[in-house]
């Protein structure tokens, strides 16, 4: 979504440019400046599901609040990634239930 977006739905779809070179990239969520999602797409964007879970503890975007999100290009393996620049930040919120 666009930067300062106020979506309907806590599904966004993020997308960023291509890095050459890389093989994945490192697609971070924050909300309220404490990381709730970290994921290691291929493709130059990622599908916000509406609930995952990380550790056995459940989380579901927030209403009403702002959502920053970050991506870096990444080589080598998930265990011992090689980052490159941050190539993207924004953020959104989405829309409290009436």
Same mark, same amino acid.
């Given at each position: 979504?666009?930067? @300062?977006?106020v +979506? ?15 093989t ?10 404490r990381?709730? +999602?970290?994921?290691?797409p291929t ?9 995952? !879970?990380?550790?056995g503890?459940?989380?579901?975007l927030? !209403? @009403? ?6 991506v870096?290009?990444a ?11 941050l ?12």
């Amino acid at each position: 979504p666009p930067s @300062g977006a106020v +979506l309907k739905a806590p599904t966004p779809k993020l997308r960023w440019p291509s890095v050459a070179g890389a093989t994945y990239y490192n697609v971070q969520i924050h909300v309220r400046g404490r990381k709730v +999602l970290s994921t290691w797409p291929t493709t130059t964007n990622f599908q916000v599901k509406a609930a995952w !879970r990380v550790n056995g503890k459940r989380y579901e975007l927030p !209403r @009403g609040v702002k959502i920053r999100w970050y991506v870096w290009p990444a080589t080598g393996s998930v265990a011992t990634p090689k980052f490159g620049t941050l190539i993207g930040t924004s953020t959104f919120s989405v829309k409290k239930k009436r």
